[in-house]
C-alpha cells in the first residue's frame, strides 16, 4: 500500500555504487593488474555517476531534504534536459557503465551494484517517476507582518486614524474623538 | 552561549560515552588479539611467510565482524528491553537511561560491519595476488594459485570457491541493508527500509557457513615439524645415518612432513545466541499481536486528530510506552507505532491512542474508521454502531518517557502531537499521583494552532483542579504556547480557565525557564523529557549540558519517533 518512490531509494543505491566502482577501479589501477585498462574506465564512470546522482530529486510528496552542496550539480543536471530527467535513460546508463567492470575482480563489485540501482532505476521508471530538481524557494516576504508586530498607530485610548476623517460628518462618533490633543508635558 | 559545565556533561553524556569506549575497546583488543595471533602464531608461520600482512589483517578484521555481528541484533530485541526497563530491582536508572540509546548502538555496530567489510574484502584480495606471486614449492597443500605468477581475473578460482561466493553474496545483501537505511529513504518509504533489512536472516545464514572450505590452512603437527625445522631437515638428509650429537639439531629435526588443515567455521559461536534471542524475540511478538482488538471509540478531535479506544486481553501497560497497529484492511505489512495516550488500569480496562492524520496510511485508517462526510472538526465523540475494521495490536514497548515518575523533579516538553506520552502520564497522576518519587511536574507544551489544546484540555484542567483540591498546587506547573500568532483565536469556555491564564504567544525562552526550575529547585536532579521537533530537542540537549550556579544538574531524555 502506498506510494512508495522507488527513485530516491535508487540515487542513495547509485551514489553508494558510483563511489564502490571509483574505489575499485582505483585499486585496480594502482595495483596495476591484469585489465588494468577496465579498472581506469571505472575510475571514469564512478566519477561520472557520482556526479549525476549527487543532486537529489524533489519528491512527489512530501519535503525534500537536499544533500549539502548540491545546487551547483543540480543546475548541471537540469540542464541536459529530458536526458536526466528521464528514468529509462538513466537505468540504461548505468546498465551501459557497468558492463566492463564485470571483467576484472577490483571492479566487479561496483559492477553488480549499479547493475542493481539500474534494475532500481527501471522500476521507478515503469511506475511513472521522473527526476525534479530542488530550486530553493523565493522569498516570500509577507508585506502585511501583522498587528502584532506594526506598532499601533495612534496611543490609547484614541480612535483609529479613519475616524478623524469621519469628524465633521458623524457627530455621534464624535464623542469618541478627544477634544484636546494630549501632548507631553514641556 | 552556554558553557558546558563539565559535571552536567558527565551527568548526561557520560554513560553513553562510557559505553562508546567500552565497545571501541574491545573491537581494537580483538583485532590487536588475532593480528598477533596470525602473525606470531606458531602453527600460522608459513602462511604468513606466503601472505604476509594480508594474513593478519583479513583474519583480524574477520573476528572483529563476528563481534560486531553478534552485538548488532542485541539493541533490536525490544520486548526484551522492555522488560529490563520495567524491573527497576535488575537495573538502576542510569542503566535505563542507556537503553534510550539501543538504536544508536545498533547503527554503530552495524557502521562497523560495513567498514571492516571493506577491509576484510581488500586483504583478502591482496591475499589472492600473494598466493599467486608467493606460490610455494615446498608446502603445495597451502596453495591457493594453482602455479607461480598466476594473477588472471581469478574468476574460476575466487567464484569456485566457497567462501568466494558466499563473500560476494554477503557483501551485495549488506550493500543492499547499508543503502536503504539511510535518513531520508527511512522517512519517506519506510517499507524498503524494513523489507531489505529483513534480509538479515539470509545474511547470517550465509555468514555461518562462510568458511566451509576456506582456503586458510594452519598447521597441525607443531610438536613433531616445529616451524623453521625445514633446513636443518634438508642439511641433515645428507648425513642421515651419521650421528649428529648436537643438541641445536635434535630440537630443530623435522619427523615428519608439515600438515595443514583449513579451520572450521567459527562464526556460530559467535552468532548464534543473540540470533537465536531475536527470533525467539519476534515469535514472541508475532504470537501475541495475533489477537486481534475491539474498537470501543473512536472520536474526531481538532486538528486532524482521532483518538481511538481499544480493548485486548491480558494488554498491560506502564505511561510512557508505545504500541504498533497493523490494520490489513489498509495495509497487510505495514506497522505503525503510536505512544499510547491512556494505559488500562483497575477500574479502567480500555486503552487508547491519539493519532495525527499525516500520511496515506492514517488517511485510509480514519476513512474506515468514521464515514467521509463529516469533515468539520468537532469534539462530540460519535459512538457508531460500524463494523470497524480489525486491528492488531503489537506492544507495549518502553520509551524514555516511563521514567518521568522517577525523578523529583520532572520537565516534560511537548511540540503538538509530541504531548501524547506525557497525556498518559498525566492520566496516571489523576490516578493517583501519591505513590511516586515525582515531586513536582514542568510541563510546556508548545502547538501551531490555539485548536491542538482542545485534545487534552480536559485532562489539564482535571489534574489542575485535582491538585489544588489536595492542597499540592506547586506539584503541577503548566505553560501553553501558542507558536504562530495570526489568526489568533480563545479559549472562552470558563471551565478552561486555568489554561487561558497560563497560554503565552510565542516561542518559549528556554534559558529563562531552565533559570527559573533551576532556582526553585536547587541542588536536585531534574529529568528533562523532549518529545517534539529537532530544533527544540537540540537546544534543551544544549542547555542540559550547560553550566548551571545553583547545583541543579538537568538530565536530558529525549523520545525519538522512528
Avoid at chain 2, 589483517?57 to 522492555?82: D, G, H, K, Y
Wanted: with cysteine.
Amino acid at each position: 500500500m502506498g506510494k512508495i518512490e522507488w527513485a530516491m531509494w535508487a540515487n542513495e543505491q547509485a551514489l553508494a555504487s558510483g563511489l564502490i566502482y571509483l574505489t575499485g577501479g582505483i585499486v585496480g589501477v594502482a595495483g596495476q593488474f591484469r585489465g588494468w585498462q577496465f579498472a581506469a574506465f571505472a575510475v571514469a564512470a564512478g566519477v561520472f555517476v557520482c556526479l549525476l546522482e549527487y543532486p537529489r530529486s524533489k519528491r512527489a510528496k512530501g519535503t525534500s531534504v537536499e544533500r549539502t552542496g548540491q545546487y551547483c550539480f543540480s543546475v548541471v543536471v537540469k540542464s541536459f534536459g529530458p536526458l536526466t530527467r528521464n528514468y529509462y535513460v538513466r537505468a540504461f546508463i548505468l546498465a551501459a557503465l557497468c558492463v566492463p567492470g564485470g571483467f576484472m575482480l577490483a571492479t566487479v563489485l561496483g559492477c553488480v551494484c549499479l547493475g542493481i540501482s539500474s534494475i532500481i532505476y527501471l522500476v521507478a521508471a515503469i511506475r511513472g517517476e521522473h527526476w525534479e530538481p530542488i530550486l530553493p524557494r523565493k522569498e516570500t516576504k509577507t508585506k502585511d507582518t501583522g498587528s502584532m508586530i506594526r506598532p499601533p498607530q495612534n496611543p490609547p485610548p484614541r480612535p483609529p486614524p479613519d475616524m478623524h476623517r469621519k469628524r465633521v460628518e458623524d457627530l455621534g462618533g464624535a464623542a469618541y474623538d478627544n477634544a484636546i490633543d494630549v501632548t507631553a508635558d514641556e | 552561549m552556554v558553557v558546558v559545565s563539565v559535571r552536567s556533561w558527565v551527568a548526561n553524556e557520560g554513560g553513553k560515552h562510557f559505553v562508546l569506549m567500552l565497545w571501541l575497546g574491545a573491537n581494537i583488543w580483538l583485532f590487536m588479539k588475532t593480528f598477533l595471533l596470525y602473525s606470531t602464531g606458531k602453527q600460522y608461520h608459513y602462511l604468513y611467510k606466503m601472505l604476509g600482512l594480508g594474513l593478519c589483517i583479513s583474519r583480524a578484521s574477520a573476528s572483529v565482524l563476528n563481534l560486531n555481528c553478534s552485538l548488532v541484533l542485541l539493541p533490536m530485541c525490544r520486548s526484551l528491553l522492555t522488560f529490563v526497563r520495567g524491573t527497576h530491582t535488575v537495573s538502576s536508572r542510569k542503566t535505563r537511561r542507556l537503553l534510550d540509546k539501543s538504536k544508536t548502538f545498533h547503527v554503530a555496530c552495524g557502521v562497523a560491519i560495513c567498514i571492516f567489510s571493506v577491509v576484510h574484502v581488500s586483504a583478502h584480495l591482496v591475499n589472492v595476488v600473494n598466493f599467486s606471486m608467493s606460490y610455494s614449492d615446498d608446502f603445495p597443500a597451502l596453495n591457493l594459485a594453482r602455479y607461480r605468477g598466476e594473477v588472471r581475473p581469478m574468476y574460476s578460482h575466487i567464484y569456485m570457491l566457497f567462501p568466494g561466493v558466499t563473500g560476494v553474496l554477503l557483501v551485495l545483501i549488506l550493500f543492499l541493508m547499508f543503502t536503504s537505511s539511510s535518513y531520508c529513504v527511512r522517512v519517506s518509504n519506510y517499507e524498503i527500509f524494513w523489507y531489505t533489512h529483513n534480509l538479515f536472516i539470509v545474511f547470517y545464514i550465509i555468514l555461518m557457513v562462510h568458511m566451509v572450505g576456506g582456503a586458510l590452512k594452519y598447521q597441525t603437527n607443531l610438536e613433531a615439524h616445529p616451524p623453521g625445522c625445514l633446513r636443518a631437515n634438508q642439511s641433515s638428509t645428507e648425513q642421515h645415518g651419521e650421528e649428529l650429537g648436537q643438541n641445536e639439531d635434535e630440537e630443530r629435526r623435522c619427523r615428519e612432513e608439515a600438515h595443514f588443515q583449513p579451520h572450521c567455521p567459527q562464526t556460530w559461536l559467535w552468532v548464534s545466541g543473540p540470533l537465536c534471542l531475536y527470533c525467539a524475540e519476534r515469535l514472541y511478538r508475532y504470537i501475541r499481536s495475533s489477537n486481534p482488538v475491539t474498537i470501543v471509540t473512536v472520536i474526531r478531535h481538532p486538528c486532524d486528530v482521532i483518538e481511538l479506544r481499544m480493548l485486548k486481553k491480558n494488554f498491560k501497560a506502564r505511561p510512557g510506552q508505545y504500541i504498533v497497529l497493523n490494520c490489513p484492511g489498509v495495509s497487510s505489512f505495514e506497522n505503525h507505532p503510536f505512544t499510547l495516550t491512556t494505559c488500562p488500569t483497575e477500574i479502567k480496562a480500555t486503552f487508547g491512542v491519539h493519532l495525527r492524520v499525516v500520511g496515506d496510511w492514517t488517511e485510509r485508517f480514519t476513512q474506515l474508521l468514521l464515514p467521509e462526510s463529516r469533515l468539520d472538526m468537532e469534539i462530540l465523540p460519535m459512538v457508531q454502531q460500524r463494523r470497524y475494521p480489525n486491528l492488531y495490536v503489537d506492544g507495549p514497548f518502553g520509551s524514555p518517557s516511563e521514567e518521568v515518575f522517577n525523578y523529583d523533579v520532572s520537565l516534560c516538553v511537548a511540540g503538538g502531537i509530541g504531548v501524547t506520552p506525557f497525556a498518559c502520564v498525566l492520566h496516571a497522576l489523576l490516578d493517583g499521583w501519591t505513590g511516586f518519587r515525582l515531586q513536582r511536574l514542568y510541563f510546556v507544551w508548545v502547538c501551531r494552532e490555539l485548536q491542538s489544546f482542545y485534545w487534552f484540555a480536559e485532562l489539564l484542567c482535571a489534574v489542575h483542579h485535582k491538585l489544588w483540591q489536595e492542597n499540592r498546587p506547586d506539584y503541577f506547573n503548566l505553560k501553553l504556547y501558542v507558536s504562530q500568532p495570526d489568526s489568533l483565536q480563545c479559549m472562552s469556555e470558563e471551565r478552561y480557565r486555568p489554561l487561558t491564564s497560563r497560554l503565552l504567544v510565542g516561542r518559549p525562552k528556554w534559558k529563562l525557564l531552565f533559570d527559573e526550575i533551576a532556582k526553585t529547585n536547587k541542588h536536585k536532579k531534574v529529568g528533562v523529557f523532549c518529545c517534539g521537533p529537532k530544533g527544540i530537542s537540540s537546544t534543551l540537549h544544549r542547555l542540559c549540558n550547560s553550566a548551571r550556579s545553583s547545583g541543579t544538574t538537568f538530565e536530558f531524555n529525549k523520545e525519538s519517533f522512528s
